[in-house]
């Protein structure tokens, strides 16, 4: 009477080759998994990963016209972004040419597709180049930045932005200027260098004040509020949060008053202030329903929400928090996010002093290597997954963990996590 | 073995008294673009008998800023031209809220989708614009009736502590299951623990252990669906160092971890065929070797397997070893469904009302008859685990001495407040109906859509066709 059982996601990809092709089939198969209905009060339950999630075939052969219409709305999109760009060729509106690749590139990253974004983005600088207003150039240096960034590629993120800074000072460009100075504070902060991202965004907050340029100072206000907190300088992250958030409010921006709500949770949470931590992350929600959807923001705010729950004991909560992320991730077809959100459930489970909740982590390597791509990703798996047997008495096992994670941020030259991973094998040794 | 249980003389107080019942404070949000002044204005006019105390919030951020400042009963929610999306964001965001407020929600001409969605989620009303005064106060006089409950004392429960759970229980589906424990237990035979998710086939199996001639050993449980499929063989049998890639250190498998104690291996009907012929090995010849490994290690455990599923079916459809099930299955035990243990049900949720209470430092001494009713009419599809579950959540947002039904899950109070039928006073027609009717399944099935579609006698993608055309 039910009909056949599931495929489970895990053997379902096995039989996916990993082509660029595919990549939409495989997000639409991701998006419809659906947990195993007989295994949700099983014992098996409460560790159900993506992998244990089930898809029936006829559904996705249902669902293959919406990829199908997604994939062509992408291309179409795309493709009407390069005719615009050949019709401004056209008439020589050369900063024309420029701003319909950018906007191409801008397409791709939002469907988390970087490195082709990064190719639209080094033709719009090509073109750029030649023309004699530098605008046009400091503004595709400043996306060729961002993607650098979002690619882990620190070191090429920052020339980019320099570049920017340079060309933007030239021209009397104030927009660019600071722009580019924030770029270079984002820069510096992923790397951990507190200094010089304090003296960038400091300076970007100087140019847009000037400019009476009231979002971008917020959301300068608001880096510089994540800087003082990771400095522990918890007075004055505070002071810079609370007027950032006093300039969104007023321009009724709601995705930036998530945000900085967002990050208003953080330093709460750091200051053991639960409840008002709580309160902060709760109203971040309630501003993401009003902004244009965005589930990487709701993502990261229900993260931020399960961790704090986590870490004040709150098991139950966490864990329900955490369903509820999952469940967004999956539909909003962010996946990428898929392996913080494990990560954390292992930690949960870490918690209770549950080894079964290893399932978790290798979950979470899978798709940091698979999905996600990201190095950064990985190594944070792998130092979580360290203490996890760390926790439960498995020495060596969390030596050999903690020495991956540690290979991995080397490798990124990410010197702060580097040295919290050696810190915790010299913990081990001791 | 068995459990003794003596039941305490309930003793009937009103959990709160009616001058405690009558004043609610009702937080009112206008939505996008509206203004609350209209709806605060009729809200005064219709309801307040001085037993109101109305506010109002511009919007949901506004309204989550003054929900966590202070207490309220109920959230008077305008949904926006996604009522959908909006209301699944208020239920979220009163989640959270302190107090436990409920939501009436007000829309422009409800769908069926959403007021089915509405009730589902435990929303205490949908009301349609313009507002009609006999609604809205039908919408509070419910809340205040649901706000009378008696509270009932717990009955005293002697639970058989297993490790760190207990057997808790005396229905006669209960006292079979104790007899059989009884007889089996002394001995090393292998056995097999039948029953539906939740109905505590571990618990059983560490009753096994405790009580048989392994008990000196170690207890190690595996569960063989939670592991994905190519960790479960070096999770069970080990596995040297660099036998493949992530082994990083030698490991040692659960079989051996169990010693001469016993190994549980839960969820056994997951395993792949290929694996069942290598656990079918180590029952056999009593020796496994870890992956990578050439080494022969002899072993003295005892084997206690447990399923949600037919496993005779399964052989049927070639997904289990017939070799294998028989010799599993020396013993079988059947555990049978929390509905079928009849008032085990008062005496599990007494048990864990007192188990969370400690742990939780709290002080919990009676349960109020309106949460016994909802308790007693829901479906606990996930049997005794879900119950652990439902109370677990239910204390840790107790405030004072009697667990009540706004400590509840929204799912469960939703089954409680029933939303008025719709259109009011008329008959429904056949698609109301069916749409009713299949909502209401489905919140019996936790939404599960395979079990509704049993439940329904239809097939799921009859049922998924009808969800989606009612916008269930």
Redesign the interface.
């Known amino acids: 009477?039910?009909?056949p059982a599931p495929v489970r996601v895990?053997k379902a990809l096995a039989l996916m080759p990993e082509l660029e092709a595919l990549a939409p089939l495989r997000a639409l198969l991701v998006s419809i998994a659906r947990p195993d209905?007989?295994?949700?009060?099983?014992?098996?339950?409460?560790?159900l990963t993506l992998?244990?999630r089930g898809v029936h075939p006829?559904?996705l052969r249902r669902r293959m016209p919406q990829a199908f219409h997604r994939v062509t709305e992408h291309l179409q999109v795309l493709f009407k972004a390069y005719v615009e760009a050949l019709e401004c060729q056209q008439r020589a509106d050369a900063p024309g040419v420029v701003a319909a690749l950018l906007r191409a590139g801008r397409l791709e990253e939002d469907v988390g597709r970087h490195t082709q974004a990064r190719t639209w983005y080094e033709v719009a600088l090509g073109v750029a180049e030649a023309l004699q207003d530098r605008r046009p150039e400091v503004e595709a240096l400043r996306a060729l930045g961002y993607v650098c960034l979002a690619l882990g590629e620190y070191a090429a993120g920052a020339r980019h932005f320099q570049r920017s800074l340079a060309l933007a000072e030239a021209e009397f460009d104030q927009a660019g200027a600071t722009a580019a100075s924030e770029g270079l504070g984002d820069v510096a902060l992923a790397q951990g260098q507190w200094g010089g991202a304090q003296a960038w965004y400091s300076r970007g907050l100087r140019l847009a004040e000037a400019a009476s340029d009231a979002p971008r100072a917020g959301r300068l206000e608001r880096q510089l509020g994540v800087l003082a907190r990771k400095q522990r300088d918890l007075a004055a992250a505070g002071e810079f949060l609370r007027r950032a958030r006093e300039r969104f409010e007023v321009a009724g921006l709601?995705d930036e008053?998530a945000g900085v709500l967002n990050e208003q949770g953080l330093l709460d949470a750091q200051l053991g202030r639960y409840t008002a931590a709580?309160?902060a992350y709760?109203?971040a929600?309630?501003?993401a329903?009003?902004a244009p959807r965005d589930a990487r923001l709701e993502l990261s705010i229900r993260l931020n929400l399960a961790e704090l729950d986590l870490e004040a004991g709150?098991l139950?909560?966490a864990e329900a928090e955490l369903r509820?992320a999952e469940q967004v991730a999956i539909g909003g077809h962010v996946i990428r996010r898929l392996a913080q959100i494990y990560t954390l459930m292992g930690r949960l489970r870490g918690a209770q002093g549950d080894e079964?909740g290893f399932?978790f982590f290798?979950?979470a390597i899978e798709l940091a290597k698979a999905v996600e791509r990201s190095v950064a990703t990985e190594a944070q798996v792998y130092h979580a997954y360290g203490l996890f047997r760390s926790r439960l008495g498995q020495q060596?096992?969390a030596r050999?963990?903690l020495e991956?994670a540690r290979e991995l941020f080397d490798s990124l030259g990410e010197a702060v996590e580097r040295e919290r991973v050696e810190q915790e094998l010299r913990a081990l040794s001791a | 073995m068995i459990p003794q249980v003596r039941m305490e003389p309930s003793v009937p107080s009103a959990v709160t008294s009616k001058e405690e019942l009558a004043l609610l404070r009702i937080l009112v949000v206008a939505g996008d673009g509206g203004s609350a002044g209209g709806l605060l204005q009729n809200l005064r006019q219709w309801a307040d008998d001085g037993r109101l105390e109305v506010d109002t919030a511009p919007d949901l951020p506004r309204a989550v800023r003054q929900l966590a400042g202070q207490r309220w009963d109920v959230v008077l929610a305008v949904l926006g031209e996604r009522p959908d999306d909006d209301l699944a964001w208020w239920v979220d965001t009163l989640r959270g809220a302190s107090g436990s407020p409920r939501l009436i929600a007000v829309a422009q001409a409800p769908s069926m989708g959403l007021v089915l969605r509405a009730e589902k989620s435990g929303v205490l009303d949908v009301l349609s614009l313009p507002l009609r005064r006999e609604e809205l106060v039908r919408a509070l006089e419910r809340l205040r009736s649901v706000a009378s409950e008696t509270a009932v004392a717990l009955p005293l429960v002697e639970p058989h502590a297993v490790g760190p759970y207990a057997l808790v229980g005396q229905s006669p589906a209960m006292l079979d299951v104790y007899k059989l424990l009884a007889r089996v237990a002394g001995s090393s035979a292998t056995v097999l623990v039948q029953g539906e998710s939740g109905t505590g086939k571990e618990v059983v199996a560490r009753a096994i252990h405790l009580n048989g001639p392994h008990a000196t050993g170690a207890f190690v449980a595996v569960n063989c669906a939670a592991i994905p499929e190519n960790l479960l063989e070096s999770e069970l049998f080990g596995h040297e160092k660099g036998s493949f890639t992530g082994a990083v250190t030698r490991k040692i498998g659960r079989f051996e971890q169990a010693g001469s104690g016993t190994l549980f291996l839960d969820e056994i009907a997951d395993m792949s065929l290929a694996l069942q012929a290598k656990i079918l090995r180590a029952v056999q010849e009593r020796e496994i070797e870890r992956v990578g490994g050439g080494e022969t290690i002899p072993i003295d455990v005892r084997l206690i397997a447990a399923t949600n599923r037919d496993l005779k079916e399964a052989i049927k459809q070639g997904r289990f070893r017939e070799d294998l099930y028989y010799r599993l299955a020396v013993v079988t035990i059947r555990l049978p469904t929390l509905v079928e243990r009849g008032d085990d049900l008062v005496l599990l949720t007494a048990y864990y009302i007192r188990l969370f209470a400690e742990r939780y430092g709290k002080k919990i001494h009676a349960i109020s008859d309106r949460v016994l009713e909802l308790l007693r009419a829901h479906a606990w599809v996930g049997n005794v685990r879900e119950l652990r579950n439902v109370i677990e959540r239910a204390v840790i947002v107790a405030t004072d001495e009697t667990l009540r039904a706004e400590h509840l899950p929204d799912e469960l109070r939703g089954e409680e407040t029933t939303l008025a039928d719709r259109p009011q006073g008329g008959l429904l027609t056949l698609a109301e109906a069916e749409a009713r009717h299949i909502a209401r399944v489905l919140a019996h099935t936790n939404g599960q859509i395979g079990a509704a579609a049993e439940v329904l006698e239809i097939h799921r993608n009859t049922l998924t066709r009808k969800m989606k055309e009612y916008g269930l």
């Open positions: 009477m039910t009909g895990e209905e007989a295994t949700l009060w099983s014992s098996s339950g409460p560790y992998g244990k006829d559904e709601a008053m709580s309160a709760r109203e929600l309630a501003w329903q009003r709150r139950l909560e509820r079964t399932v290798e979950q060596d096992e050999a963990y991956r």
